[in-house]
């Protein structure tokens, strides 16, 4: 079994999509090892967006996952680390994410693209220590 760090991003808690993500993942089998509603300040997102730093869209991607509530998920199960990459689809909704995915049926934009999953073991790691220090 194999752990996740899942967002909802502020984005997806605005349009009310948080129980369709997490319906999302409940019926593919995963579970979910922790969860917390919360907003993010500067240093958390910074933290978790390091790799982007530098990058023409870094600025206006840490004001938005500080403008507003955001919703943490500690996903938990066999393989989630790419379960969860497949449920949510590619970065650019449109271009990338296939119907059936969670930005493929609900995004329009890169930016505004919902959801977040790590992309790796080390990520995951690194970032459940960023959002569930305790865990
Ligand atoms: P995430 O890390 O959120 O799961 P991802 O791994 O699919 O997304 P990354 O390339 O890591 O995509 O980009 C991180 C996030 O930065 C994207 O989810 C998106 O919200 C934002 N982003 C990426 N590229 C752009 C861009 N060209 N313009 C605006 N925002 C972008």
């Known amino acids: 079994s194999e752990r996740t760090l899942v967002l909802v991003k502020p984005d997806g808690v605005s349009r009310g999509l948080v129980g369709e993500v997490i319906a999302r993942i409940e019926r593919k089998g995963l579970k979910l090892a ?18 982007h730093a530098g990058k023409s869209f870094y600025g206006d991607l840490v004001e938005f996952i500080t403008g507003g509530p955001l ?49 790796s073991p080390e990520s995951a790691d690194r970032e459940i220590k960023i959002w569930f220090p305790s865990l």
């Open 34 to 51: 922790a969860l917390e509603l919360r907003t993010a300040d500067r240093a958390v997102a910074e933290e978790h967006y390091a790799e």
């Open 71 to 119: 919703v943490a998920i500690v996903v938990e199960g066999t393989r989630a680390i790419s379960a969860f990459r497949q449920l949510a689809g590619g970065t650019d909704p449109v271009e990338k994410a296939t119907p059936g995915t969670i930005r493929g049926d609900f995004g329009l934009e890169v930016q505004f693209n919902l959801v977040h999953g790590s992309d």
